[in-house]
């Protein structure tokens, strides 16, 4: 009974002492070093992305009335596992707005542990997964957008776990690693839209390296089922709350966003996102992507190429690479940010390139001063590159993240939706031509004045709005102006001057932001409807 008792501590206290070993101290340091890089922004970012706005408005809405809609609209254009954690983990932390960073910001910083995995498992060196952590903690773009309630996060972490996974059973680990890849994968598919393009980077190593492990069309077979299971879940919802079961929103957005929206060509798009970048002209940045995470990730796939015993490992981080990257550059406009999927593969190669004088000092037998010359200078060059992420995700958040406190008015349309979600009666109806961000602040769901981004539908037509806010009883109106003139804040929303008369004022709102030079002001008009 001793000799059972001592086995099961030993068994129990098995995975503390390898967290206690130097490298899972080493792997607890560099995930602490990657919250901190994004929390120090997502702790100062105060207003999102449309996107945000949504996930969070869905997340409260799953939380409270166990329903995937807004304004009683079942929702499809946003995947739903995102939302679905806000509201898991909102049981716990009692706060949607924070849970909703958190799981951002907190996905993109254990994503070290799989990537330090697969650094460890493909390469056959710890130096190469470490490396390729400590430059994925500080990696721009997972910092920059780690800031705010997005789904990026969860995205890039189920992407990493599925890859991880897959590898193992591909170094002859197991069946049962293909069947947790494959579901990891299934579930990235319900996160972000792009996910579905996993079933190629990981299905392409499978079938070209998965022969000699007992890879059999049956067995590929159950894998995509699996992969395919959390989709088909999600478009069986779709077929009985929509009637379609693959309705998205892309299409109405490609099909009616404006010309000059597209500020660069093809070819111009597709070097763009080679270059991980947001740079000018498009205007969210000042600076490219860190040249030195560029270098050395590129570097390691020509290494990749160049070694036998790593050749076999394109198979998986080409795909990665291209099919989550650059392969965006069909999108209408450019923005780095879809490009976060490719991220862990492109600090993969750099880990890889910097782990070479570490290799050719053990091929060579060095001696332990030349080992100890050749760690350093691999030291050295690894907080280099890590040094040129810093300033490029500042400017990234600057640039790009915080400007969004000028669009539609950010910080004084939160004020005017937080007072109207305290004062106004609790059953009062309200709309807005300010979006998701409206129902998000107000505390329940706001109608929309108009059609929101070219997919949502609109609730009460701006040219008809006394009419059918009376038919709807909808008692008030939210709108918002760059200028302190009522009247401009009817005509942005696109009602008629002359209904203007069958609204009273309540109150306004004046906000001003540091980061929008171009409009700093902003101000949201809250009035009641006169019966």
């Known amino acids: 009974m001793r000799r059972m008792r001592r086995l099961r501590i030993k068994s129990a206290l098995r995975p503390l002492r390898s967290t206690l070993t130097p490298t899972g101290l080493a792997l607890a340091a560099l995930v602490a070093l990657a919250f901190w890089a994004r929390w120090r922004y997502a702790s100062r970012t105060a207003i999102y992305t449309y996107d945000s706005y949504y996930y969070l408005t869905l997340g409260r809405n799953i939380l409270n009335r166990f329903t995937y809609s807004l304004r009683g609209v079942p929702h499809s254009k946003f995947l739903p596992l995102y939302p679905g954690s806000i509201a898991f983990f909102s049981l716990f932390l009692r706060d949607v707005e924070l849970t909703g960073k958190l799981v951002n910001a907190g996905s993109f910083s254990l994503c070290a542990l799989p990537v330090y995995g697969l650094g460890r498992r493909c390469f056959g060196e710890r130096s190469v997964g470490l490396l390729a952590a400590f430059l994925l ?3 721009p773009l997972t910092v920059a957008w780690g800031s705010l309630p997005m789904s990026e996060g969860l995205y890039v972490l189920l992407i990493c776990l599925a890859a991880y996974c897959t590898v193992r059973w591909l170094k002859g680990e197991g069946i049962g690693w293909l069947w947790g890849g494959a ?3 299934g579930l990235s598919a319900v996160t972000r839209w792009e996910g579905l393009l996993t079933v190629a980077v990981l299905g392409i190593p499978a079938l ?6 007992g890879l059999t069309w049956w067995r590929l077979a ?3 089922a699996v992969f395919l299971l959390p989709f088909a879940l999600w478009s069986l919802r779709n077929l009985v709350e929509l009637g379609h079961p693959l309705r998205t929103a892309y299409g ?16 111009s798009r597709l070097k763009r996102y080679f270059l991980f970048s947001d740079f000018a002209p498009i205007g969210y940045t000042n600076q490219m992507y860190n040249y030195g995470l560029l270098a050395t990730g590129y570097g390691g796939f020509v290494a990749m190429a160049a070694l036998r015993r790593w050749r076999r490992w394109l198979a998986l981080f080409l795909p990665w690479l291209l099919l989550l990257g650059p392969f965006h550059f069909i999108w209408y406009f450019t923005s780095a940010r879809f490009l976060v999927g490719a991220v862990p593969a492109l600090c993969l ?3 890889a390139t910097l782990s070479l004088p570490l290799l050719l000092a053990r091929r060579l037998d060095a001696r332990l001063p030349v080992k100890a010359a050749l760690a350093a200078i691999t030291l050295i060059t690894a907080c280099a590159v890590e040094a040129g992420s810093f300033p490029v995700a500042r400017d990234v958040q600057e640039h790009y993240v915080l400007r969004l406190e000028g669009d539609v008015a950010g ?12 004062n106004l009666p609790e059953d009062a109806l309200l709309v807005s031509n300010a979006g998701p961000m409206v129902s998000f602040y107000l505390g329940r769901d706001a109608l929309f004045l108009g059609e929101w981004q070219f997919f949502d539908p609109s609730d009460v037509d701006p040219a008809r709005a006394p009419e059918q806010m009376r038919a709807r009883g ?4 939210l709108i918002i102006s760059a200028t302190p003139d009522p009247r401009d804040a009817f005509r942005l929303a696109g009602i008629p001057e002359e209904y203007a008369g069958d609204f009273e004022q309540v109150r306004y709102f004046h906000a001003s932001t540091p980061y929008t030079p171009e409009r700093p002001e902003g101000w949201a008009w809250i009035y009641s409807l006169r019966r």
Do not use: F, K, N
């Open 137 to 139: 903690a500080a990696e």
């Open 349 to 351: 190669g750099a880990g």
């Open 208 to 213: 070209l390296l998965g022969r000699r492990r």
């Open 474 to 477: 909808v008692d008030y109106l």
């Open 222 to 224: 159950v894998a995509l």
């Open 252 to 267: 109405g957005e490609i099909s009616g966003h404006p010309p000059e929206w597209e500020a660069l060509g093809t070819l």
């Open 183 to 185: 579901a990891l994968g």
């Open 411 to 422: 910080p004084a349309v939160r004020e005017a939706a937080i007072w109207a979600g305290g």
